[in-house]
């Protein structure tokens, strides 16, 4: 099976813009989480979604939101971009009726907000 | 709150020799999972191994074990027979209200040295 992949990899988004990031699953998962990584916070869980609905949030401001489509797909968006949005996101998918809560990620999106 | 605690920023460890990563947790819960993941420099992260809170034997996959001792919520990594590709953070990360939300500690990270 394939993994999860994100898109895009990299991106360079400017102070007050906005940007969407993609997610896309190991085929069979519906559960799609999304997570930060920045160095001075570390790894914090942003959102989860399963059968296109938000399950758990994370604490983060309303500037950022998700959605999931109903292939499982996910986005994720940030609008009013800050400098301290800069970080590696990293998208996780959970098989589907799991009890275990093991999590695959994907390789991440590095969004460099200048 | 729930938090993961990892004492040690970096270790160090020569090849096949054995090294073991701390980690405490703090939760009122009485289940839920804990797991290790390890992060090489691609920032790829990867599912090393897992422990059910309810299962009093410890985890195992192949070189990698853990000591789970729930009364003190503690939850060590042991990397056996220490290979150059062992390098990486690892870091501990329990789930959050027996959901998919996981709470991350900082990481240790690992060198392994010839």
């Known amino acids: 099976k394939a993994g999860v992949t994100q898109t895009p990899r990299y991106l360079i988004k400017t102070r007050g813009q906005q940007v969407t990031l993609s997610c896309s699953p190991i085929?069979?998962?519906?559960?799609v989480s999304w997570y930060q990584q920045t160095p001075g916070q570390g790894l914090q869980f942003l959102f989860e979604y399963f059968s296109e609905t938000q399950r758990n949030k994370g604490n983060f401001p309303g500037r950022f939101s998700g959605r999931q489509f109903s292939n499982s797909r996910s986005e994720m968006n940030v609008s009013t971009l800050e400098l301290g949005d800069s970080a590696l996101y990293l998208c996780a998918s959970s098989p589907t009726g799991g009890t275990s809560y093991e999590q695959y990620f994907g390789p991440g999106t590095r969004l460099t907000v200048t | 709150a729930q938090t993961v605690t990892q004492s040690q920023p970096e270790m160090s460890v020569q090849e096949a020799e054995t090294v073991t990563l701390s980690c405490t947790y703090d939760?009122?819960?009485?289940?839920?999972?804990l797991f290790w993941y390890k992060q090489p420099p691609s920032r790829q992260m990867i599912l090393v191994i897992r422990?059910?809170?309810?299962?009093?034997q410890n985890a195992t996959e192949n070189r990698f074990s853990v000591n789970f001792q729930k009364a003190a919520k503690s939850f060590s990594l042991k990397i056996s027979d220490s290979q150059l590709g062992d390098a990486a953070m690892y870091f501990c990360?329990?789930?959050?209200?027996?959901?998919?939300?996981?709470?991350f500690g900082k990481g240790t990270s690992l060198l392994v040295t010839p």
């Open positions: 939760t009122s819960e009485s289940d839920y999972y």
């Open positions: 085929s069979g998962h519906r559960s």
């Open positions: 422990q059910e809170a309810y299962k009093q």
């Open positions: 990360a329990h789930n959050s209200n027996s959901g998919y939300a996981l709470n």
